[in-house]
């Protein structure tokens, strides 16, 4: 599983809300995680009321196993080469920390850290360090075959009618949901938008479920 904890916001417009924040994200449990890195959006909060976003600047774990990928991801791609080397130097604990997580998750009941074995050990891919989320796509991307890769589907309405963009929001989430991609909403005045992104193989079903016949 992916380890995150709640944080709590207080927005310029005074709403006061919760969100996740990831500390380890584990692709293989999470596969939606993985379109949220790709779109920018990991650790990325937006106020339900006024759509106002966070970039919460975090460190984080990133694991796909599938593509033997692991990776240490600082936030900052513009950190100092004296910061850069202190993480690099802590990294060897940040390491063996990810190791234990993966261990958890192999025995299924995720209470207690069981050391590694030498070889199991060796079974772990390399630790990559990234910096910044720029350089955490273009690794993704690197890895995943076309198909995998992060594709978008837009859909929008004029209607200035607030029920109404609920509604087609409500819709388009289902949609998402059942598609397995992940929504994001762009509110402005006089257009409604939500972007389903998602694998491209994913995106391009539901364009022929929306298109039928065509
Ligand atoms: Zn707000």
């Known amino acids: 599983m992916s380890r995150s904890t709640t944080q709590t916001f207080t927005c310029p417009c005074g709403e006061v809300f919760t969100s996740s924040l990831y500390e380890y994200v584990n692709v293989a449990h999470d596969p939606q995680l993985r379109y949220i890195v790709l779109a920018g959006l990991l650790n990325v909060s937006t106020c339900p009321i006024c759509g106002r976003r966070v970039a919460i600047a975090s460190p984080f774990i990133y694991s796909d196993p599938t593509y033997d990928l692991l990776a240490y991801v600082h936030p900052r791609s513009d950190a100092p080469e004296e910061a850069r080397m202190l993480i690099l130097e802590r990294l060897r604990s940040v390491y063996m920390d990810a190791a234990s997580i993966q261990e958890q998750q192999k025995d299924g009941n995720g209470g207690h850290t069981v050391s590694l074995t030498p070889r199991e050990a060796e079974e772990m891919p390399p630790l990559q360090v990234v910096f910044g989320l720029d350089q955490l796509t273009a690794l993704i991307n690197g890895v995943l075959p076309p198909e995998e890769r992060i594709g978008r589907l837009?859909?929008?309405?004029?209607?200035?009618?607030?029920?109404?963009?609920?509604?087609?929001?409500?819709?388009?989430?289902?949609?998402?949901?059942?598609?397995?991609?992940?929504?994001?909403?762009?509110?402005?005045?006089?257009?409604?938008?939500?972007?389903?992104?998602?694998?491209r193989r994913r995106i391009g079903a539901l364009m022929r479920e929306l298109t039928p016949g065509v």
């Not at 200035?160 to 819709?171: K, S, V």
Request: proline share 2%; hydrophobic share 35%; charged share 30%.
């Open 154 to 199: 837009a859909l929008s309405t004029r209607s200035r009618d607030e029920a109404e963009r609920g509604q087609f929001m409500h819709i388009a989430r289902k949609l998402a949901t059942e598609m397995g991609c992940n929504i994001e909403v762009e509110d402005m005045p006089d257009e409604y938008t939500v972007w389903l992104y998602g694998a």
